[in-house]
T-cell receptor, first 121, second 116 residues
Framework: AQTVTQSQPEMSVQEAETVTLSCTYD???????LFWYKQPPSRQMILVIR??????QNATENRFSVNFQKAAKSFSLKISDSQLGDAAMYFC??????????????????FGKGTKLSVKP | NAGVMQNPRHLVRRRGQEARLRCSPM?????VYWYRQLPEEGLKFMVY????????ESGMPKERFSAEFPKEGPSILRIQQVVRGDSAAYFC??????????????FGDGTRLSIL
């Protein structure tokens, strides 16, 4: 079974600085998807960024980028120029490629326990 | 609002009562997932449904919990005889079906269930 580990329960960053949140996962599959979700105090789940395992290029979305190391099974999130609005819980998630094999999970997300990010003004 | 709609946003029940949580997927989405988030935890998968079919319920507790996604209307997560341990935030996500395969999941705002 796949697992996702976030080893940093809490992180803090100064406004305008850069912070990196770590995530490791365990899988025997060669193709899969990885995600970072943000959950602010309002408790919405907001997709920040996604990465397909078959793509070597690291995904980037504005101030958010990932460092995807497939061999090391590592998927860290870098937030540049941190803003007060970035303060939230951040969850790393794994998803198997979908198949029509009814005996397996059909693409549900497997989440880590989250990292609480605080941004100091 | 064309997003995933969950209601109610907050639900309070006494022990032994039934809780019904509703989820209307995004327009055009035929795949629905339910997740549960306990305090200070990440989301845990419960069940995956398509219209009129339960595809994967490997994350559902064996008793008291059931889910449906009828041909018409929202998906319903039903918890019978609730206990204090059922207190959690329940999230629904939906995705389109593309050539039979699910696509990216979009989440609703969740229902926070509190058991007195």
């Amino acid at each position: 079974a796949q697992t996702v580990t976030q080893s940093q329960p809490e992180m803090s960053v100064q406004e305008a600085e850069t912070v990196t949140l770590s995530c490791t996962y365990d899988t025997s599959e060669s193709d899969y998807y990885l995600f970072w979700y943000k959950q602010p105090p309002s408790r919405q789940m907001i997709l920040v960024i996604r990465q397909e395992a078959y793509k070597q290029q690291n995904a980037t979305e504005n101030r958010f980028s990932v460092n995807f190391q497939k061999a090391a099974k590592s998927f860290s999130l870098k937030i540049s120029d941190s803003q007060l609005g970035d303060a939230a819980m951040y969850f790393c998630a794994y998803r198997s490629p979908s198949t029509w094999d009814y005996g397996g999970s059909q693409g549900n997300l497997i989440f880590g326990k989250g990292t609480k990010l605080s941004v100091k003004p | 609002n064309a997003g995933v709609m969950q209601n109610p946003r907050h639900l309070v029940r006494r022990r032994g009562q039934e809780a019904r949580l509703r989820c209307s997927p995004m327009k055009g989405h035929s795949h629905v997932y339910w997740y549960r988030q306990l305090p200070e935890e990440g989301l845990k998968f419960m069940v995956y449904l398509q219209k009129e079919n339960i595809i994967d319920e490997s994350g559902m507790p064996k008793e008291r919990f059931s889910a449906e996604f009828p041909k018409e209307g929202p998906s319903i997560l039903r918890i019978q005889q609730v206990v204090r341990g059922d207190s959690a935030a329940y999230f629904c996500a939906s995705s389109p079906g593309t050539q039979g395969l699910p696509g990216p999941q979009h989440f609703g705002d969740g229902t926070r269930l509190s058991i007195l």
